[in-house]
């Protein structure tokens, strides 16, 4: 099982990006799909989660800026980010939660990481 993301790049504050990560591979099935973040020096945050049943969650940071949403027939998860902020310059991580036959055990799956830089 491989994830994929990418879309990271540079852009200005005040400015959108959208992220995309596509899951391939032995997949069975897909329980949750999440964006996380993570920049020099701190742990990884949670940015955005989004499970099979299109329940969504973020991080406190978010505050309304941003959307995940999930296309199941691609095994794809997007991030479209909007209002962004130096602070939103990180390395992002998409990873899942991934059973790769039926019945069996849940694993997490991690994406190589995109970077978003916002400039001021």
């Known amino acids: 099982v491989q994830l994929q993301a990418s879309g990271g790049g540079v852009v200005q504050a005040g400015g959108s990006l959208g992220l995309s990560c596509a899951a391939s591979g032995s997949i069975y099935s897909i329980f949750a799909m999440y964006w996380y973040r993570q920049t020099p020096g701190n742990q990884r945050e949670l940015v955005a989660g989004?499970?099979?049943?299109?329940?969504?969650n973020y991080g406190d940071f978010v505050k309304g800026r941003f959307t995940i949403s999930r296309d199941k027939a691609k095994n794809t998860t997007y991030l479209q980010m909007s209002n962004l902020t130096p602070e939103d310059t990180a390395v992002y991580y998409c990873?899942?939660?991934?059973?790769?036959?039926?019945?069996?055990?849940?694993?997490?799956?991690w994406g190589q990481g995109t970077l978003v830089t916002v400039s001021s």
């Open positions: 990873s899942a939660n991934i059973r790769t036959a039926y019945g069996g055990s849940w694993y997490g799956y």
């Open positions: 989004i499970t099979s049943g299109g329940s969504t």
